[in-house]
């Protein structure tokens, strides 16, 4: 009685053949590690924005405030 066994690919032993597997594996972390780095640096910028917004609004509203009790 033969047996057969199934084979679970993840998608890691894809290349394993031709020696390409190294490169693309470099090439994606490279990828991804930008992807996040330029993701941290987005949040940070608007982070920064959205102060400077809310600082220009806070001055508005004060400004129109100290107007009206002045007159």
Same mark, same amino acid.
Request: proline fraction near 0%.
């Given at each position: 009685?033969?047996?057969?066994?199934?084979? %679970? @690919? &993840?998608?890691?032993? *894809? @290349?394993?053949? @031709?020696?390409?597997? /190294?490169?693309?594996? +470099?090439? =994606?972390?490279? /990828?991804?590690?930008?992807?996040?780095?330029?993701?941290? &640096?987005? +949040?940070?910028?608007?982070?920064? %924005? =959205?102060?400077?917004?809310? %600082?220009?609004?806070?001055?508005? *509203?004060?400004? =129109?405030? =100290?107007?009206?009790?002045?007159?």
């Amino acid at each position: 009685m033969k047996m057969r066994f199934r084979t %679970l @690919n &993840l998608g890691f032993a *894809a @290349n394993q053949g @031709n020696g390409c597997g /190294h490169r693309e594996v +470099v090439l =994606s972390l490279v /990828h991804r590690l930008v992807r996040c780095l330029f993701g941290l &640096l987005t +949040v940070l910028v608007r982070a920064d %924005l =959205s102060k400077a917004i809310e %600082l220009l609004a806070l001055r508005h *509203a004060f400004g =129109s405030a =100290s107007q009206q009790y002045a007159g």
